[in-house]
């Protein structure tokens, strides 16, 4: 099965950042890093930017994925602004009954619920599926100068791995029907 992670910080050295490379290394999980390499513009509705290289990569990669992650900082109570703009390039051929596990990174305190039920939101809006299982990770969860995420995390976000890879069967399953 092909999963694919989204860094939907705008901060190159955001800890939204760090928790995707972590992801992507530890499991083998393609990133898209919206705040570097893959980055595309405002989304404008000009026909022009359907031929963008960036555009082009965003939409192949993600409708070609069996389940994506979708990682994004918790900015005044919802998801990045960046992260939204990227998913506006995106329709529901590219995410239909796929299923989606929900990441938010936050400041602390009660944040990250906000982000986390704003993506849901607009993945229902692009007829995804959002798995029921989602994970905040506080400023705290971070090992910084390893560019990493603390064990306790590691497990919570393998939990989440787990159910993601579990809707992913039956999706295959049902696509094939
Ligand atoms: C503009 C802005 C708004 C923020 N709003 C919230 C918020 O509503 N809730 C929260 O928990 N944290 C908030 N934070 C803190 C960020 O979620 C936190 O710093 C997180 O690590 C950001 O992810 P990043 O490091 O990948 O950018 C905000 C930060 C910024 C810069």
């Known amino acids: 099965m092909k999963i694919v992670i989204i860094n939907g910080s705008p901060r190159k050295k955001g800890r939204t950042g760090i928790a995707t490379r972590f992801i992507s290394r530890t499991y083998g999980i393609e990133l898209i890093d919206l705040s ?5 513009p405002l989304y ?3 026909d ?7 555009v ?3 939409r192949k990669i993600v409708k070609e994925a069996d389940g994506i992650i979708l990682a994004s900082p918790e900015y005044h109570s919802g998801m990045s602004g960046l992260l939204k703009n990227a998913l506006d390039f995106l329709g529901s051929e590219h995410l239909q009954h796929k299923p989606v596990a929900l990441i938010a990174v936050a400041g602390g305190g009660k944040g990250g619920i906000n982000a986390l039920n704003n993506m849901r939101t607009v993945m229902r809006g692009l007829y995804a599926n ?3 299982r989602q ?13 990493s995420i603390h064990e306790d995390t590691a497990h919570l976000v393998n939990t989440l791995l787990e159910e993601l890879q579990l809707y992913i069967k039956s999706y295959l399953v049902l696509k094939e029907q």
Request: aromatic residues 8%.
């Open 135 to 147: 994970l905040v990770l506080d400023p705290k969860a971070f090992d910084y100068e390893n560019d």
């Open 44 to 46: 404008n509705g000009d």
């Open 56 to 58: 082009i990569h965003l």
């Open 48 to 54: 022009e930017q359907d031929f963008l290289e960036s």
């Open 130 to 132: 959002s798995i029921p």
């Open 36 to 40: 570097g390499l893959n980055a595309v």
